[in-house]
């Protein structure tokens, strides 16, 4: 086993909520726990879903958002690391990257950054003017997908600053259910956080296609939570769509029993990198059909494993989950 004990690093998460990247923030601290590496995490935010996980690992916890100002902020963060300072500062969120890298420059260290979308709209929250310094700056960026690096190749970023991270997964608990599903409707699930990239109201729309097309009852369940909720919510009524057949179930500790029970993971964003619902979803034994962005068409083989289709070909989207309504068979392929 690898011996880390001499490794001195630091990390920024803008948040520890129930995403994605905080999931792969947990895995990677995780590993090099178990390696020895001395390890510290610095969050925007506190008392969320991964600190108390993370805190059992033995790594502390510091919170260094109690101003809104950035510049207190990241005051606040150098003040902490230059009375130990790390041999890197790593950023999970592509929103914290201009933060690790104002602070590694001032202290002397190296920085990584993150890139967890499709390499260009992931600034879109710290505006086009900070995005941009901060993805010029930062002298290593972590990106997680094949489409998001040459994303950025084409925009201009040198290739020796990009160095391709996947997402992992633990397929201990990621596991197919042990018993063959039994539903007496049909289960469409629908994970990720309730945002516009997600198009969860293009979800809504094919969900109230197959209502209409269905030979057997069709339900859905929404995982997860954000500032779309209530839109949503009043989208889903205007389409007609009863509380008993679209269910918001916001975030939840354990979502691998939902996976188990559903009978197909529709996924409809408008951009990605590598989404963690895909993975899941496919290692719980669920044929996947989602639209073909980021690096997706490298997880799902079309007509395999899922289907795949454009963003704007919602209809392709309702055919190709009544195929896996109507034919048991192919389902069941898809599962294996």
């Known amino acids: 086993m690898i011996d880390l004990s001499q490794l001195k690093l630091a990390f920024l998460a803008g948040t520890l909520g129930q995403g994605g990247a905080e999931r792969q923030l947990f895995y990677i601290l995780q590993t ?10 610095f969050c925007l935010t506190k008392d969320e879903f991964w600190e108390e996980r993370i805190q059992n690992l033995g790594i502390p916890v510091t919170w260094i958002g109690q101003q ?7 005051y606040r963060l150098i003040n902490e690391l230059r009375r130990d300072k ?3 500062l790593q950023s999970q969120h592509s929103f914290t990257d201009l933060y690790v890298t104002a ?8 920085e990584i950054g993150a890139i967890r979308s499709d390499g260009l709209k992931d600034f879109s929250t710290s ?31 040198t290739e020796s600053k990009l160095h391709f991270l996947p997402n992992v997964l633990d397929t201990t608990l990621f596991t197919p259910p042990e018993h063959e599903r039994t539903n007496q409707k049909f289960v469409v699930l629908g994970v990720g956080s309730l945002s516009k990239a997600k198009r969860f109201d293009r979800f809504l729309r094919v969900v109230a296609a197959l209502q209409l097309l269905s030979p057997i009852p069709v339900e859905s369940v929404i995982v997860g939570e954000g500032v779309m909720l209530n839109t949503l919510k009043n989208y889903a009524a205007s389409l007609g769509l009863s509380n008993d057949t679209v269910r918001f179930q916001g975030v ?13 993971l529709l996924h409809t964003a408008d951009w990605e990198g590598t989404p963690n619902v895909i993975l899941e979803a496919m290692a719980c034994g669920i044929p996947v059909v989602s639209t073909n962005v980021g690096d997706i068409p490298r997880i799902v083989q079309h007509g395999e494993t899922g289907f795949l289709s454009h963003p704007h070909e919602e209809d392709l989207l309702i055919e190709y989950i009544l195929k896996i309504i109507n034919n048991q068979s192919l389902s069941v392929q898809m599962q294996e």
Do not use: K, Q, W
């Open 32 to 41: 090099l726990a178990h390696l020895g590496a001395e390890v510290r995490l």
């Open 252 to 264: 939840l500790d354990d979502v691998i029993p939902i996976y188990h029970h559903a009978n197909v």
């Open 68 to 74: 809104e100002y950035r510049i207190i902020r990241l």
């Open 127 to 157: 505006g086009s003017i900070l995005g941009a310094l901060s993805l010029r700056m930062t002298r290593l960026l972590a990106v997680n997908s094949h489409a998001a690096c040459t994303r950025l190749l084409n925009a201009g970023i």
């Open 86 to 88: 790390p041999i890197i």
């Open 103 to 110: 602070a590694a420059r001032f202290l002397g260290i190296r």
